[in-house]
């Protein structure tokens, strides 16, 4: 009788230590387990005068990066021109027009090794219904092969707009998850609750 309890209890510490093995597997393994992966958060945005906020110090954009950061622990990384846009509205735009109209690649200061992450939030301003033209020199620098990327983007009336679509193409070999799109003056207000709800639903 002794010797079948010890049988039956071996037995079921054995079940145990599988059952187990098997639960932190498909933790490892879940798309959605964000917390094990390595994140970089890389956005371009620009401070200065801007619609809807007049002169501001920290752009809208880098609000909802910085917030997500914050959030998640991971690294980031502006993307910034070398040559810096107008401090004034009105030149930018048309600055931002005329690289549009000859789909100029803005030269960016430095650079940050994407290929050493898993996840990468991108986020950036809708400029003329397209993403600021440095997004693509810095997209175009790297392998996004296998990677997780994340977009979100700030606004004044125009949400993505197809723009998360355009950087899921050039980030080649990438899968895209549910981006978040923010009204830029609502960016400057504070926006953290909102980062936080659409973080959970990503699995943070
Ligand atoms: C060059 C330029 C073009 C813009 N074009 C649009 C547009 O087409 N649609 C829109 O909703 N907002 C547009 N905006 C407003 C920006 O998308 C918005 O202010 C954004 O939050 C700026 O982000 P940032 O401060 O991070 O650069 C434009 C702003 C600039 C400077």
């Known amino acids: 009788m002794k010797k079948l309890l010890i049988i039956a209890l071996a037995a079921f ?10 639960n932190n597997r498909s933790d490892k393994n ?3 387990n964000m917390k094990d992966k390595k994140i970089l958060v890389a956005f371009f945005s620009r401070a200065d005068e801007n619609y809807n906020v007049g002169y501001i ?15 998640t622990g991971a690294d980031t990384f502006h993307i ?19 690289e549009l109209r000859t789909n100029a690649r803005p030269e960016i200061k430095g650079d940050i090794k994407v290929e050493d992450y898993d ?5 950036f301003p809708n400029w003329w219904g397209e993403p600021p033209m440095a997004l693509y020199t810095f997209i175009e620098k790297h392998n ?6 994340i ?13 998360d679509r355009q950087v899921a193409a050039a980030c080649k070999g990438a899968t895209m998850l549910k ?4 009204q830029g003056k609502a960016a400057q207000q504070g926006a953290d609750a909102t980062v936080k709800e659409w973080l959970k639903g990503l699995g943070y």
């Open 30 to 32: 879940n798309s959605n």
């Open 151 to 163: 977009p979100f983007i700030t606004h004044e009336g125009s949400g993505f707009g197809g723009t």
């Open 179 to 182: 981006g978040l799109a923010v």
């Open 80 to 98: 910034e021109t070398v040559k810096p846009y107008p401090a004034a509205y009105n030149p930018c735009i048309e600055q931002a027009k005329e």
């Open 13 to 22: 510490v054995g079940y145990c230590n599988i059952s187990c093995a098997q």
């Open 57 to 71: 110090k920290v752009g809208n954009t880098q609000k909802i990066a910085e917030a997500i950061a914050r959030e």
């Open 119 to 123: 996840v990468v939030f991108i986020g």
């Open 144 to 149: 996004w092969e296998g990677k997780t990327i």
